[in-house]
Protein backbone atom coordinates (compact mmCIF):
# COMPACT_ATOMS: atom_id res chain seq x y z
CA UNK A 1 0.00 0.00 0.00
CA UNK A 2 1.62 3.24 -0.92
CA UNK A 3 1.97 5.76 2.33
CA UNK A 4 -0.76 8.08 0.85
CA UNK A 5 -3.14 5.68 0.63
CA UNK A 6 -2.67 4.47 4.26
CA UNK A 7 -2.73 7.94 5.54
CA UNK A 8 -5.96 8.93 3.54
CA UNK A 9 -7.73 5.85 4.75
CA UNK A 10 -6.18 6.77 8.66
CA UNK A 11 -7.84 10.12 8.05
CA UNK A 12 -11.40 9.04 7.09
CA UNK A 13 -11.27 5.69 9.77
CA UNK A 14 -8.91 7.02 12.17
CA UNK A 15 -10.58 6.68 15.34
CA UNK A 16 -12.83 4.06 14.35
CA UNK A 17 -10.00 1.33 12.88
CA UNK A 18 -7.39 1.69 15.75
CA UNK A 19 -9.99 1.20 18.63
CA UNK A 20 -6.44 1.20 21.05
CA UNK A 21 -5.26 4.42 20.03
CA UNK A 22 -8.82 6.17 19.93
CA UNK A 23 -8.75 7.41 23.56
CA UNK A 24 -5.32 9.26 22.51
CA UNK A 25 -7.82 10.53 19.90
CA UNK A 26 -7.98 10.71 15.79
CA UNK A 27 -4.55 12.88 15.32
CA UNK A 28 -2.39 10.54 17.74
CA UNK A 29 -3.49 7.29 15.50
CA UNK A 30 -2.45 9.60 12.37
CA UNK A 31 0.84 10.56 13.52
CA UNK A 32 1.13 6.89 14.49
CA UNK A 33 0.83 6.18 11.13
CA UNK A 34 2.71 8.34 9.65
CA UNK A 35 5.62 7.04 11.28
CA UNK A 36 4.67 3.84 9.77
CA UNK A 37 5.18 5.46 6.23
CA UNK A 38 8.78 4.33 6.10
CA UNK A 39 8.10 0.96 6.53
CA UNK A 40 5.59 0.71 3.32
CA UNK A 41 8.16 2.54 0.96
CA UNK A 42 7.93 0.99 -2.31
CA UNK A 43 11.50 -0.34 -3.47
CA UNK A 44 12.00 1.47 -7.01
CA UNK A 45 15.28 1.66 -9.31
CA UNK A 46 17.63 -0.73 -10.16
CA UNK A 47 16.92 -4.32 -8.20
CA UNK A 48 19.91 -4.76 -6.06
CA UNK A 49 20.88 -1.25 -4.73
CA UNK A 50 18.30 -0.22 -1.94
CA UNK A 51 16.11 2.78 -2.44
CA UNK A 52 18.21 5.01 -0.26
CA UNK A 53 19.47 8.62 -1.01
CA UNK A 54 22.72 8.85 1.19
CA UNK A 55 23.88 13.05 1.33
CA UNK A 56 26.43 14.58 3.91
CA UNK A 57 26.83 18.08 5.14
CA UNK A 58 28.58 19.02 8.11
CA UNK A 59 25.78 19.37 10.22
CA UNK A 60 21.68 19.16 9.43
CA UNK A 61 21.79 22.93 8.67
CA UNK A 62 21.81 23.83 5.66
CA UNK A 63 21.42 26.76 3.11
CA UNK A 64 19.05 28.02 1.10
CA UNK A 65 21.04 26.57 -2.29
CA UNK A 66 21.96 23.42 -0.52
CA UNK A 67 17.80 22.91 0.64
CA UNK A 68 16.99 23.16 -3.13
CA UNK A 69 19.64 20.60 -4.37
CA UNK A 70 18.27 18.37 -1.36
CA UNK A 71 14.97 19.07 -2.75
CA UNK A 72 15.43 17.78 -6.09
CA UNK A 73 16.18 14.02 -4.21
CA UNK A 74 13.32 14.12 -1.99
CA UNK A 75 10.62 15.56 -4.21
CA UNK A 76 11.42 13.13 -7.35
CA UNK A 77 11.85 9.99 -5.33
CA UNK A 78 9.33 10.13 -2.99
CA UNK A 79 9.31 6.21 -2.68
CA UNK A 80 13.16 6.20 -1.73
CA UNK A 81 14.28 7.22 2.05
CA UNK A 82 17.09 10.28 1.81
CA UNK A 83 19.58 10.51 4.95
CA UNK A 84 21.35 13.34 5.61
CA UNK A 85 24.34 12.91 6.92
CA UNK A 86 26.73 14.80 9.53
CA UNK A 87 29.76 14.88 10.51
CA UNK A 88 29.39 13.46 14.07
CA UNK A 89 27.26 10.46 12.30
CA UNK A 90 30.10 9.71 9.86
CA UNK A 91 32.72 9.87 12.45
CA UNK A 92 30.63 7.23 13.96
CA UNK A 93 30.14 4.90 10.96
CA UNK A 94 33.54 4.87 9.99
CA UNK A 95 34.15 3.81 14.01
CA UNK A 96 31.87 1.32 13.91
CA UNK A 97 32.62 -0.49 10.41
CA UNK A 98 36.00 0.40 9.68
CA UNK A 99 37.43 0.28 13.24
CA UNK A 100 40.56 -1.41 11.69
CA UNK A 101 41.52 0.08 8.55
CA UNK A 102 40.01 3.85 8.62
CA UNK A 103 39.20 4.85 11.92
CA UNK A 104 42.91 4.46 12.94
CA UNK A 105 43.23 7.34 10.00
CA UNK A 106 40.05 8.99 9.48
CA UNK A 107 40.83 12.33 11.85
CA UNK A 108 43.65 12.95 9.02
CA UNK A 109 41.23 12.48 6.33
CA UNK A 110 38.44 14.75 4.37
CA UNK A 111 35.02 13.31 4.53
CA UNK A 112 35.00 12.72 0.95
CA UNK A 113 35.83 9.04 1.96
CA UNK A 114 32.24 8.55 3.95
CA UNK A 115 30.41 7.78 0.14
CA UNK A 116 32.76 4.62 -0.10
CA UNK A 117 32.18 3.46 3.24
CA UNK A 118 28.41 3.79 3.42
CA UNK A 119 27.74 2.19 0.00
CA UNK A 120 30.10 -0.67 0.89
CA UNK A 121 28.14 -0.97 4.71
CA UNK A 122 24.60 -0.18 3.68
CA UNK A 123 24.16 -0.25 -0.29
CA UNK A 124 21.97 3.17 -1.53
CA UNK A 125 22.95 5.82 -4.03
CA UNK A 126 25.33 8.58 -2.99
CA UNK A 127 24.93 12.66 -3.75
CA UNK A 128 27.89 15.34 -3.30
CA UNK A 129 25.41 17.79 -1.57
CA UNK A 130 25.90 20.00 -4.99
CA UNK A 131 24.65 17.54 -6.84
CA UNK A 132 20.99 17.57 -8.19
CA UNK A 133 18.75 15.07 -9.15
CA UNK A 134 17.08 14.88 -13.01
CA UNK A 135 15.95 11.77 -13.72
CA UNK A 136 13.63 10.04 -11.14
CA UNK A 137 15.38 7.07 -9.54
CA UNK A 138 12.21 5.05 -10.83
CA UNK A 139 13.31 5.81 -14.38
CA UNK A 140 16.54 4.45 -14.28
CA UNK A 141 15.30 1.08 -15.46
CA UNK A 142 14.37 2.33 -18.67
CA UNK A 143 18.45 2.78 -20.03
CA UNK A 144 20.13 0.54 -16.85
CA UNK A 145 19.90 -3.15 -17.20
CA UNK A 146 17.85 -3.49 -13.91
CA UNK A 147 20.02 -6.42 -12.18
CA UNK A 148 23.11 -3.70 -12.43
CA UNK A 149 24.76 -3.39 -8.87
CA UNK A 150 26.99 -0.75 -9.31
CA UNK A 151 26.46 2.45 -11.11
CA UNK A 152 29.49 4.55 -11.81
CA UNK A 153 29.98 7.56 -14.32
CA UNK A 154 33.10 8.78 -16.81
CA UNK A 155 34.47 12.37 -15.66
CA UNK A 156 35.09 12.84 -19.55
CA UNK A 157 33.63 11.42 -22.68
CA UNK A 158 36.85 10.46 -24.03
CA UNK A 159 40.49 10.31 -23.18
CA UNK A 160 42.64 12.86 -22.34
CA UNK A 161 45.84 13.69 -23.73
CA UNK A 162 48.46 13.80 -21.40
CA UNK A 163 49.23 17.63 -21.63
CA UNK A 164 44.86 18.10 -21.24
CA UNK A 165 44.78 15.74 -18.31
CA UNK A 166 47.29 18.20 -16.79
CA UNK A 167 46.03 21.24 -18.12
CA UNK A 168 42.37 20.33 -16.21
CA UNK A 169 44.05 19.46 -13.20
CA UNK A 170 42.67 15.72 -13.82
CA UNK A 171 44.41 12.81 -12.06
CA UNK A 172 44.02 10.33 -14.71
CA UNK A 173 43.32 10.63 -18.55
CA UNK A 174 40.28 8.14 -17.56
CA UNK A 175 38.68 9.59 -14.60
CA UNK A 176 35.88 8.47 -13.08
CA UNK A 177 33.36 10.95 -11.22
CA UNK A 178 32.80 9.91 -7.79
CA UNK A 179 29.77 12.99 -6.73
CA UNK A 180 27.26 10.35 -7.93
CA UNK A 181 27.16 6.76 -7.43
CA UNK A 182 25.15 3.76 -6.81
CA UNK A 183 26.08 0.31 -5.40
CA UNK A 184 24.38 -2.97 -3.72
CA UNK A 185 25.56 -3.33 -0.48
CA UNK A 186 29.14 -5.27 0.31
CA UNK A 187 30.58 -3.96 -2.79
CA UNK A 188 34.64 -5.72 -3.02
CA UNK A 189 35.34 -2.43 -5.82
CA UNK A 190 34.39 0.06 -2.64
CA UNK A 191 36.35 -2.02 -0.08
CA UNK A 192 39.19 -1.79 -2.65
CA UNK A 193 39.52 2.05 -3.18
CA UNK A 194 39.54 2.21 1.11
CA UNK A 195 42.22 0.17 0.94
CA UNK A 196 44.40 1.61 -1.85
CA UNK A 197 43.27 4.85 -0.08
CA UNK A 198 45.39 3.80 2.84
CA UNK A 199 48.34 2.59 1.12
CA UNK A 200 48.73 5.85 -0.51
CA UNK A 201 47.98 7.69 2.76
CA UNK A 202 51.36 5.67 4.07
CA UNK A 203 52.99 6.70 0.97
CA UNK A 204 52.81 10.48 2.23
CA UNK A 205 50.32 11.38 -0.66
CA UNK A 206 48.26 14.09 0.59
CA UNK A 207 46.41 15.93 -2.53
CA UNK A 208 42.84 14.98 -1.70
CA UNK A 209 42.09 14.42 -5.25
CA UNK A 210 44.60 11.80 -5.43
CA UNK A 211 44.19 9.78 -2.01
CA UNK A 212 40.26 10.25 -1.19
CA UNK A 213 39.35 11.18 -4.37
CA UNK A 214 38.37 10.27 -8.21
CA UNK A 215 42.15 9.14 -8.60
CA UNK A 216 42.03 6.24 -5.90
CA UNK A 217 38.47 5.85 -6.91
CA UNK A 218 39.73 5.54 -10.19
CA UNK A 219 42.36 2.87 -9.80
CA UNK A 220 39.85 0.86 -7.85
CA UNK A 221 37.22 0.51 -10.33
CA UNK A 222 40.24 -0.43 -13.26
CA UNK A 223 41.16 -3.39 -11.30
CA UNK A 224 37.42 -4.51 -11.25
CA UNK A 225 37.39 -3.72 -15.18
CA UNK A 226 40.88 -4.93 -16.60
CA UNK A 227 39.18 -8.33 -15.10
CA UNK A 228 36.20 -7.65 -16.81
CA UNK A 229 37.73 -7.34 -19.83
CA UNK A 230 40.39 -10.55 -20.59
CA UNK A 231 41.99 -8.71 -23.49
CA UNK A 232 42.45 -5.21 -22.43
CA UNK A 233 46.49 -5.55 -22.25
CA UNK A 234 46.53 -6.78 -25.42
CA UNK A 235 44.68 -4.54 -26.82
CA UNK A 236 46.57 -1.44 -24.87
CA UNK A 237 49.68 -2.89 -26.74
CA UNK A 238 48.48 -3.34 -30.29
CA UNK A 239 46.94 0.21 -29.80
CA UNK A 240 51.07 2.02 -28.76
CA UNK A 241 52.41 -0.11 -31.20
CA UNK A 242 50.68 0.83 -33.96
CA UNK A 243 48.82 3.95 -32.90
CA UNK A 244 49.65 7.09 -35.27
CA UNK A 245 48.53 9.71 -32.84
CA UNK A 246 47.60 9.63 -28.87
CA UNK A 247 44.85 7.71 -28.70
CA UNK A 248 41.44 9.62 -27.74
CA UNK A 249 38.58 6.59 -27.34
CA UNK A 250 37.83 5.31 -23.81
CA UNK A 251 39.35 1.81 -23.12
CA UNK A 252 36.06 0.97 -21.87
CA UNK A 253 33.43 2.44 -23.54
CA UNK A 254 30.74 3.94 -21.36
CA UNK A 255 26.79 3.02 -21.37
CA UNK A 256 27.19 -0.72 -20.74
CA UNK A 257 27.60 -3.43 -18.26
CA UNK A 258 30.99 -5.08 -17.59
CA UNK A 259 30.90 -7.95 -15.13
CA UNK A 260 32.99 -9.92 -12.71
CA UNK A 261 31.77 -12.81 -10.14
CA UNK A 262 28.55 -11.63 -9.06
CA UNK A 263 29.08 -7.90 -9.61
CA UNK A 264 27.61 -5.78 -12.50
CA UNK A 265 29.23 -2.75 -12.71
CA UNK A 266 27.25 -0.25 -15.40
CA UNK A 267 29.73 2.72 -17.13
CA UNK A 268 27.43 5.80 -17.07
CA UNK A 269 29.05 8.25 -20.19
CA UNK A 270 30.07 12.08 -18.54
CA UNK A 271 26.81 13.35 -20.48
CA UNK A 272 24.59 11.18 -18.00
CA UNK A 273 26.54 12.91 -14.77
CA UNK A 274 26.57 16.05 -16.47
CA UNK A 275 30.07 16.84 -16.63
CA UNK A 276 29.58 20.17 -18.30
CA UNK A 277 33.23 20.89 -20.75
CA UNK A 278 33.87 17.10 -20.76
CA UNK A 279 31.39 15.62 -22.30
CA UNK A 280 31.70 13.96 -26.32
CA UNK A 281 29.42 14.75 -29.41
CA UNK A 282 27.98 10.76 -28.86
CA UNK A 283 27.21 11.61 -25.08
CA UNK A 284 23.20 10.88 -24.39
CA UNK A 285 21.27 13.81 -24.15
CA UNK A 286 19.64 12.79 -21.01
CA UNK A 287 21.44 13.68 -18.05
CA UNK A 288 20.31 11.50 -14.56
CA UNK A 289 21.98 14.15 -11.98
CA UNK A 290 23.57 17.66 -12.87
CA UNK A 291 26.68 18.67 -10.72
CA UNK A 292 26.57 22.19 -9.47
CA UNK A 293 30.24 22.03 -8.90
CA UNK A 294 30.09 23.84 -5.16
CA UNK A 295 33.37 21.93 -4.03
CA UNK A 296 31.31 20.65 -1.12
CA UNK A 297 33.30 17.68 -1.00
CA UNK A 298 36.58 19.74 0.42
CA UNK A 299 34.70 20.92 3.33
C1 LIG B 1 24.82 15.48 14.32
O1 LIG B 1 23.52 15.09 14.67
C2 LIG B 1 23.45 14.46 15.95
C3 LIG B 1 22.03 13.94 16.13
O2 LIG B 1 21.09 14.90 15.78
C4 LIG B 1 23.90 15.44 17.02
O3 LIG B 1 23.88 14.80 18.27
C5 LIG B 1 25.31 15.92 16.70
O4 LIG B 1 25.72 16.90 17.62
C6 LIG B 1 25.36 16.49 15.30
N1 LIG B 1 26.73 16.81 14.95
C7 LIG B 1 27.08 17.96 14.35
C8 LIG B 1 28.53 18.13 14.01
O5 LIG B 1 26.28 18.82 14.04
C1 LIG C 1 50.06 -3.47 -36.05
O1 LIG C 1 49.34 -3.43 -37.26
C2 LIG C 1 49.70 -4.43 -38.19
C3 LIG C 1 48.95 -4.17 -39.50
O2 LIG C 1 47.58 -3.97 -39.27
C4 LIG C 1 49.37 -5.79 -37.58
O3 LIG C 1 49.70 -6.83 -38.48
C5 LIG C 1 50.13 -5.96 -36.29
O4 LIG C 1 49.77 -7.18 -35.67
C6 LIG C 1 49.85 -4.81 -35.35
N1 LIG C 1 50.69 -4.89 -34.16
C7 LIG C 1 50.21 -5.13 -32.95
C8 LIG C 1 51.19 -5.21 -31.84
O5 LIG C 1 49.02 -5.26 -32.75
Not at 119 to 131: E, N
Not at 227 to 235: F, I, L, P, R, S
Not at 270 to 296: M, N
Request: with cysteine.
Amino acid sequence: MRPMTLLAFCRVFGVAVFPILATAGEPSACQFLSLLQLEVRRHVGLEQIPCVIHQTWKTHTLDSNQEDFVKSWTSKNPECQHKLWNDTEIAELCKSKSPDLMWPIWEALTPDVFRYLVLWDQGGYYADLDVTCSQPISTYESIIPKDVNFLVGYEAGHQLTESERGDVGFTRVEQLEQWFLASAPGNPVLLRSLEILKEKFLWKIRETVELTGPATFSDAVHEFLAEAVADGVQMEVSDRVNASEERRFLSFPSERAYSVGSWKLYLLASGRVSTIGYGAESDPAQSLVEHEFSGTWKL
